[in-house]
């Protein structure tokens, strides 16, 4: 049988382990999925100001439902928060996966920005494909999130991909249906009565 570890022992790897927490807490900081979600907010910094005056406040929150407001707040919150929690790994061939349809999603992104900034008057910009492409084109960089995200840092969270999955899903649901709704009171939008099938659909929610 082998003996026990001694008290001088217990202790200096209680030491250790202390001393390891702090570095282990650094490279989290530096490591975590939320980085890749800083070109975004970036993006979406600079240039929010210069797209078309459909997409400005208040004229882009105006008259939107509550029941399609509140959720896409709570939930943008969700999506934007969680990866703060979710180590940045590559090790998995999902992983990787993730990170090329992360790349390739936000050049898509930026790309959709840059249509409605340099051409707002072309016919694509004013088709419902160009005006609504910066609320649906998150879905391919946050897919790619969605495959990064393994597992979180917080000790004993039952955590499965496919959670990040819905909760970014929703809100892309609820993001989507707000800038439509955007896009029926402009000029060019649809003739159909979205906005007012959507708000009775509210009346009974």
């Given at each position: ?45 600079l240039w929010a100001d210069r797209l078309p005056a459909g997409y400005q406040p208040p004229r882009f929150d105006e008259a ?142």
């Amino acid at each position: 049988m082998q003996p026990g570890p001694q008290p001088d022992e217990t202790r200096q790897e209680d030491q250790d382990r202390a001393q390891g927490e702090p570095f282990d807490l650094l490279r989290h900081l530096v490591g975590n999925a939320f980085w890749l979600l800083v070109p975004i907010l970036l993006l979406n910094g600079l240039w929010a100001d210069r797209l078309p005056a459909g997409y400005q406040p208040p004229r882009f929150d105006e008259a939107i439902p509550a029941y399609i407001a509140l959720p896409e707040q709570l939930l943008r919150v969700i999506t934007f928060t969680l990866p703060c929690f979710v180590p940045l790994s590559l090790h998995t061939r999902v992983q990787r996966l993730g990170m090329a349809l992360f790349v390739i999603g936000t050049a898509v992104y930026a790309s959709s920005w840059w249509l409605l900034i340099a051409q707002p008057s072309s016919a694509l910009a004013s088709s419902a494909v160009g005006f609504l492409a910066p609320a649906y084109t998150p879905a391919l960089w946050l897919a790619g999130l969605v495959l990064l995200s393994e597992r979180t840092v917080i000790p004993r969270l039952p955590y499965r991909r496919w959670v990040y999955g819905v909760i970014a899903g929703a809100f892309l649901l609820c993001h989507n249906l707000h800038a439509w709704l955007v896009y029926t009171r402009l000029p060019h939008g649809p003739a159909a009565p979205t906005h007012t099938l959507l708000s009775l659909a509210g009346a009974f929610w």
